[in-house]
């Protein structure tokens, strides 16, 4: 399975597909400046066509990432250059804009933002040394944790143009609390469950972002969290 990152404070601005691209495009325009290659006009760039975007996220069409990058370039996040040496190569140069990239932070979000996949967690039969049994619950940490869910899920369902009437303090209370009790964190550690919550997030981008028919698209949190389906991929 393939694990996409983003920053949630990037995708709040212009939505979870563009925030999904604009993070790969830091990834490798920080590796350019490393190892100093495609530095034109005072900027690092990378280039890449549309096609090749969408087939580096399958779970977007064309048309998604168009939009997701025209929003990048009108939100002042990236700009796009023409550095080809041949005239018939269409292919689009894309740095990062350096005065908005001052604004946002590139540190790493505490649930989705890693320069790296992050593999599958499988919940552990035992406690591992790391934690004990007599740890007490995270009870601030599970909140912020599903504070940034919540973010998703409704930015998710604007992307693709549905109305999402699932109550937030009756998904809290109901859903993710029972969910991560005190008994969860006896048997997980606090990496296992921010790395859960990653999944979780993932799994609402992927399941939502797809061609055709999506019985995902009207779904709403309690149904969600029923079928806890992201344990299964």
Not at 167 to 175: C, L, N
Not at 198 to 222: L, P
Request: hydrophobic share 35%; aromatic share 14%; charged share 25%.
């Amino acid at each position: 399975m393939s694990v996409y990152s983003f920053d949630t404070e990037i995708a709040e601005l212009v939505g979870v597909n563009a925030a999904t691209i604009y993070h790969n495009m830091q990834f490798w325009i920080n590796k350019n400046k490393a190892n100093n290659n495609n530095y034109k006009d005072g900027n690092w760039w990378i280039y890449n066509s549309v096609k090749a975007w969408q087939e580096l996220f399958p779970f977007m069409t064309i048309r998604a990432v168009r939009t997701a990058l025209q929003k990048l370039i009108d939100a002042g996040l990236i700009e796009k250059g023409e550095y080809n040496a041949k005239g018939y190569d269409k292919t689009t140069w894309y740095a990062i804009c350096q005065n908005r990239q001052m604004d946002l932070s590139e540190t790493a979000n505490g649930f989705v933002n890693n320069d790296k996949p992050i593999p599958v967690s499988n919940p552990v039969s035992n406690p591992s040394n790391d934690c004990p049994k007599e740890q007490s619950h995270p009870t601030e940490l599970v909140e912020k944790a599903f504070n940034h869910f919540w973010k998703v899920w409704k930015q998710t369902k604007k992307d693709i143009g549905k109305v999402d009437t699932s109550p937030k303090e009756s998904t809290f209370e109901k859903k993710w609390k029972p969910m991560f009790n005190k008994q969860y964190f006896k048997t997980h550690t606090i990496e296992q469950f921010k790395q859960e919550v990653s999944d979780i997030c993932q799994f609402v981008v992927d399941a939502h972002n797809v061609d055709g028919f999506n019985r995902f698209e009207n779904m709403q949190t309690g149904k969600f969290f029923n079928e806890k389906q992201w344990r299964d991929q």
